[in-house]
């Protein structure tokens, strides 16, 4: 049986009597406001009292939260923002000043009234009808502390968007750059499409994934680690540039930049390679900066600057520069490792080859060096299992990953369209899988067999729309920037 507080218990006393007084709040269906906080304020806040007295006014019809409450004014608060409200006694109904007794902060309500502007320049409904239309059974945080938990803001989104404008605004201003980011490659022409989430081969990228049954087919299914290997099935059949933003699920830990579900958009465009890739991925990122009006931001004690050409250096080249290893050089496997013992780098029985150890020692030694944008490119081909080789340098792929502030927000690559190269590499992730790899992908035998139809070159790109989020925002946790990030049970340590 549920307990409540008194506070609790008091408010749903006052329902009680609402309901044989009055109404049932909770049979509204339908409020139609003509005006809104913001609208107001754009349009008559600068008026001054005596102008505002002498408007030939129509009736003002707004609603929202009731915030606060002092005397005969009150403040509510809507999708825009604050509006304060005069409740004068005298000219209200004696059933409406019974109601106003029993209101409640929290609760929802609709007005009509004229506009005032007080002594103080505060632009005022003065109302004359008002109408609950919800009650608040619980109370609102205290409004001074407010709800700063993290983890109960977390749990309760809808109090934390209700007591915290900024996260508000965090998440309009999410929802502002996706829409850019859309219009961007809109205006290209490029379509967007939608591809499974449920998928019954574990492929397009490193991941551990979600498994779940698929009680129809009587078959084990992954959530989708990436969306990869369906979009380059649409270029194989005929799109030259498709893309989609959605929902990726990896079944890894979480910390400050990592989330199980996350979103990311994914783009493929045939007969184009990785230096058209890094120009896009450079513009589309320049052009949300410039549409939010954030060329130049502070993001983690560093001024990045939007508008200059981002940085790009070659991997081996990166990690020489730090640790003076040139991995250039033709080298066995047992001299790599000769070279990882010395600087202390840890090997696991998957890590087999010289390509392994040149993306130990960048991710160990280089990957904290990244400030500014910067395209890092050229990775093994042990570590991409589906990027197109190098032409001059078999070794390595076209393939780049831009780190911002020490981590990575996007991955491309010029795409390996070569079915028997793309069987092989399939096979090696076998073989990693067996000696631990979980991350491995499998053996995608529909996906060979769709390339032995014929896929032109192509260049595909990968951005953590969450990350991205989080630089344009200021934010340091990827859980400010998901409305409703997973969580651990509340008994869990």
């Known amino acids: 049986m549920r307990k409540f507080s008194e506070q609790e218990q008091i408010r749903r006393q006052k329902l009680e009597y609402i309901k044989e007084n009055h109404y049932d709040p909770f049979v509204y269906t339908k409020f139609e406001s003509n005006s809104n906080s913001k609208t107001l304020k754009a349009e008559y806040g600068n008026y001054s009292k005596e102008e505002i007295s002498k408007l030939q006014q129509s009736p003002i019809i707004i609603s929202g ?19 304060q409200i005069y409740l004068p006694k005298k000219e209200l109904s004696e059933k409406t000043q019974d109601l106003i007794k029993y209101l409640d902060i929290g609760d929802i309500i609709g007005l009509e009234g004229k506009l005032m502007m007080t002594n103080t320049g505060e632009l005022t409904l003065r109302v004359q009808e008002l109408f609950l239309l919800s009650k608040a059974l619980r109370p609102l945080p205290e409004k001074f502390h407010g709800l700063v938990d993290k983890e109960e803001r977390y749990r309760r989104r809808y109090v934390d968007l209700i007591m915290n404008d900024n996260v508000k605004q965090t998440f309009i201003m999410r929802s502002r750059i996706i829409s850019l980011m859309r219009q961007y490659f809109n205006k290209k022409n490029y379509l967007e499409v939608e591809t499974p989430v449920l998928q019954p081969i574990l492929g397009g990228a490193s991941a551990r994934p979600f498994v779940t049954h698929h009680n129809a087919l009587s078959r084990e299914f992954y959530l989708r680690i990436a969306t990869e290997l369906h979009l380059k099935r649409l270029i194989i059949g005929g799109f030259e540039g498709v893309y989609e933003i959605g929902r990726i699920f990896r079944n890894e830990g979480m910390d400050a930049t990592h989330n199980p579900e996350f979103t990311s958009l994914e783009i493929y465009i045939a007969y184009q390679d990785m ?10 990122i320049q052009y949300i900066a410039k549409h939010i009006d954030k060329n130049i931001i502070e993001y983690k004690n560093s001024t990045l600057d939007l508008t200059k050409d981002f940085i790009k250096i070659h991997m081996v080249d990166f990690v020489k520069d730090v640790t003076g290893e040139d991995f250039w050089k033709e080298m066995t496997f047992a001299e790599a490792k000769v070279i990882a013992k010395k600087h202390h780098v840890k090997l696991e029985d998957h890590h087999h080859t010289v390509g392994h150890v040149i993306n130990l020692f960048f991710e160990e030694f280089c990957e904290e060096k990244i400030i500014m944008p910067t395209f890092v490119y050229g990775h093994p081909v042990e570590v991409s299992p589906l990027s197109k080789r190098n032409a001059n340098d078999g070794r390595f792929t076209d393939r780049f990953e831009l780190f911002i502030c020490q981590k990575e927000y996007a991955n491309s690559f010029a795409e390996l369209n070569d079915p028997i190269d793309q069987y092989e590499r399939f096979e090696n992730q076998i073989k990693e899988a067996s000696l631990g790899n979980d991350e491995a992908s499998e053996m995608d035998i529909d996906f060979v067999e769709a390339l032995e139809y014929g896929m032109p070159p192509t260049g595909g790109l990968g951005i953590g729309i969450d990350r991205l989020v989080m630089m344009f925002t200021n934010n340091e946790s990827i859980r400010e920037v998901i409305l409703f990030p997973h969580m651990k049970e509340r008994n869990e340590k």
């Open 65 to 83: 939260r009731l915030m606060a409450r002092r005397s005969s004014f009150a403040q509510i608060k809507d999708h825009h923002g604050m509006m």
């Open 275 to 284: 230096e058209f890739m890094m120009e896009l991925t450079q513009s589309v």
